[in-house]
């Protein structure tokens, strides 16, 4: 399996649009989570799915963001309108369930100018 | 929630010297604790893990022991190679409900492994 594969590396949008992250979890997982590395919050959990179905969201910042897992293959993080302190490194990470390594992709450096 | 505290935030060592960093965690619910590295550019990546009916466990040159009467653990390295320079996180994971393995992270310890 190829890990998990996250799109894009790299986004610069300018405050006010639309973005879409993009997230192929390993095959067979069943849990995944989005989080967002910043300086200064460190490692943050936004929300996470099993089996397709959002279990817990609390961590995301504000109604702007939105989170789909539309199949057991693939999910998106939407900002919209986006925003400067939006900018960090949002990474995808799915495991088997409880208890089990979480396998992390190479993440998304969303710059928003 | 689950609370990790990671100590310390930076660790400057000489080549073949140890690294030790600290974690604590506040929910004794959480019963999976794993350790990550991560290199410039790259996502998290474990290195070793502990669960909570083992005091301590080891793999080559890097061990992880945990207490969980005091709610801490902590990350061993010996024999430091520079290759280990990277960022090395801490995470708590709790059992049961509807946590699904979601993992709590600590701050970060930034290891320079000086040649």
């Known amino acids: 399996d190829a890990g998990v594969i996250q799109s894009p590396r790299h986004e610069v949008t300018e405050m006010g649009q639309e973005v879409t992250l993009r997230c192929k979890p390993i095959?067979?997982?069943?849990?995944l989570f989005w989080y967002r590395q910043t300086m200064m919050r460190g490692l943050e959990l936004l929300i996470y799915?099993?089996?397709?179905?959002?279990?817990?969201d609390s961590g995301m910042p504000e109604d702007r963001f939105s989170a789909k897992m539309p199949n057991a293959s693939f999910s998106t993080l939407k900002i919209q309108p986006s925003e400067p302190r939006d900018s960090a490194v949002y990474f995808c990470?799915?495991?088997?369930?409880?208890?089990?390594?979480?396998?992390f992709g190479q993440g998304t450096r969303l710059t928003v100018v | 929630g689950e609370n990790v505290e990671q100590h310390p935030s930076t660790l400057s060592v000489q080549e073949g010297d140890s690294a030790v960093i600290k974690c604590t965690y506040s929910?004794?619910?959480?019963?999976?604790f794993p350790w990550y590295k991560q290199e410039l550019g790259k996502g998290p990546q474990l290195i070793i893990d502990?669960?909570?009916?083992?005091g301590e466990k080891k793999d080559q040159r890097i061990a992880v022991t945990l207490n969980k009467t005091a709610k801490h653990f902590s990350l061993h390295i010996t024999e430091t190679q520079p290759e280990d320079s990277a960022v090395y996180f801490c995470?708590?994971?709790?059992?049961?409900?509807?946590?699904?393995?979601?993992?709590?992270f600590g701050q970060g310890t930034i290891l320079t492994v000086h040649p």
């Open positions: 990470a799915s495991n088997l369930g409880q208890g089990v390594e979480a396998f």
């Open positions: 095959s067979g997982h069943n849990s």
């Open positions: 799915f099993n089996n397709n179905v959002p279990i817990d």
């Open positions: 929910d004794s619910a959480s019963n999976y």
């Open positions: 502990i669960r909570s009916n083992v």
């Open positions: 995470a708590a994971s709790p059992a049961g409900g509807t946590s699904y393995g979601k993992l709590t």
